[in-house]
């Protein structure tokens, strides 16, 4: 695709060494664009940014989002905030009821304020489809009927969102909101074809499936995701913009186990653990409507398909990522 | 109003002590409910429940939303949570950007986290129309279109309503979102007609208005308010409920400074600051669709300028409340 010209030179990235924020790194660096990563490297691993550290125009900042006077130094004649560092864990919420408000709402009021402060004049939100709770509308277009949220998880990018956006209102900072599906591809280091991969290594005779396996989600290829920012950054208009990025299908979780099985050659017996959900909040059946990011002249590269067997070559090429950390 | 039974017998409001907060408990302690109320009196006043202290059923907790173990104490033995206390003030977020969020986000969820804990099995929540932000439909009903916020406080008040609704999926407590419209009425002690009565006591001759007196805005008298909670919780169904409250008529600025002065006896010069908002973040247009709680039987007793008229009664038979503390 593409690479659109960026309005501004200096940019800092949250979660740089994350999945999806060491792949912006390396693309934004591509770009010419001169970056600050800043990651606590508690999921973040720095192998993910073994390129972008031998890139004079790359530097890597050791700090927490819960640490407003750290995110506020390393923010400092940035022009630009891509705010990606979260909790990116959906499911387990209830078991720790403060993490997604911590990690999630009270950081991305973190970053903001330290943006404020320093002087950023752009932001840019990795929010996520899971705000829409179970959506009436499929596909579901960013301006769905006002959700539901059914997790702590989705409630807490909910928050994060609104924000952003009284951030962009008041202090006439521009806002960019990106809604993700799930996110595949190489780095990819948690998710249900991480789950399904580490399971099937350890016992290829059973594979246990959440849910019914008839849920129906969405996912898109990390480069694809990425991708997306040059089109909505250099071609939006406005002081806040929100953008769904997602496929235009999706697939239920008994085709992606089935995938993986064929790429894996095994036949193992296949566990459901029952129910329309794969857990307490989970949505049964997620497809964003991606028309305004592709009125920009963005479009995925893969299918759902192809992103679960490319991940699964990747943690196939990389078995470091099963490790213990 | 017909005052319907509810389904708890004891319960704690937070804010107990505020405008809305000391009605419904005089409201609930009515209704035969054992009220613990909950407030640290930093804008409530111990005034607001001097009849609600002499009511054997009434136990007032000093206490702050901020401290999570003072909550959990005083939500033991509870069965239904009111939470009211929040910063109320609208306007001045961009002066004060955590306040909004300790205040009203983190003040949220340390209740929900604090009911959780304690058993409780019911969670009400007062939210406001400002999370609609500017709407593009009016009258503007619960689902309407995903929302852009505006302001900080409209921020606060979506993402408390998501943990509210999280709260609810997740560990099944029953859930109530009000999105009120401004409320009116005896014990009101800050908001535009609060703000033009003291101004017009300090100089009869003129009167500043914010905008240009166009914005049209909805009011709702605070006994009208807190009759819905009847209807609300006796019979609505499901585990999360969302109300909007508010007459079905929007008045404009000017029509309510022109009630205040023909009922103070006062013909200012009114010298509008200029444009269609009154502060960055202000919606100029504020009508929402109650058909969802008319539903259930509840409507409004009194008009918009009927409920101007009693609260101008009340702060001029109350010039205590002009005093500074």
New interface residues.
């Given amino acids: 695709m593409e690479t659109l010209p960026l309005p501004f030179e200096k940019a800092l990235v949250t979660g740089a060494a994350g999945f999806i924020g060491s792949h912006l790194c390396d693309r934004l660096l591509q770009a010419g664009i001169d970056v600050v990563g800043f990651d606590n490297l508690s999921t973040g691993r720095e192998e993910f940014l073994s390129g972008a550290l031998g890139d004079p125009r790359f530097r890597l900042v050791r700090g927490d989002t819960q640490d407003p006077a750290a995110l506020e130094e390393a923010m400092r004649g940035r022009q630009f905030v891509f705010h990606l560092a979260a909790n990116a864990d959906v499911r387990f919420?209830?078991q720790h009821?403060?993490r997604d408000?911590e990690q999630n709402?009270?950081a991305t009021?973190n970053a903001l304020?330290a943006a404020?402060r320093a002087g950023v004049k752009g932001f840019a939100f990795s929010s996520t489809g899971s705000v829409y709770?179970e959506p009436?509308v499929h596909p579901t277009p960013?301006?769905?009927?006002?959700?539901?949220?059914?997790?702590?998880y989705?409630?807490?990018k909910?928050?994060g969102?609104?924000?952003v956006?009284?951030y962009a209102?008041?202090?006439g900072m521009r806002g960019f909101v990106f809604r993700f599906v799930s996110i595949l591809g190489e780095r990819y280091s948690h998710g249900h074809v991480f789950d399904f991969h580490r399971k099937l290594r350890a016992d290829p005779s059973r594979l246990e499936v959440l849910g019914n396996g008839r849920q129906r989600k969405s996912y898109l290829y990390v480069q694809d995701c990425v991708d997306a920012i040059f089109p909505a950054l250099a071609r939006a208009e406005g002081g806040?913009n929100?953008f769904n990025l997602g496929t235009d299908e999706a697939c239920e979780v008994d085709d992606s186990v089935g995938w993986i099985c064929e790429a894996m050659g095994l036949k193992p017996e296949i566990l459901h653990t029952g129910g329309e959900r794969g857990w307490?909040?989970d949505s049964p059946f997620i497809l964003l409507d991606t028309s305004r990011i592709r009125a920009l002249g963005w479009k995925p590269s893969l299918s759902i398909r192809e992103g679960v067997l490319k991940t699964l070559r990747y943690l196939r090429d990389n078995p470091w990522l099963l490790e213990k950390r």
Same sequence: chains 1, 2.
Avoid at 143 to 152: G, M, N
Wanted: cysteine-free; hydrophobic content about 40%.
């Fill in positions: 919420g209830l009821p403060r408000l709402t009270l009021f304020e404020r709770g009436a960013e301006d769905a009927p006002f959700p539901v949220q059914t997790s702590l989705g409630a807490s909910l928050a969102e609104g924000l956006q009284a209102e008041g202090f806040l929100t307490v909040g």
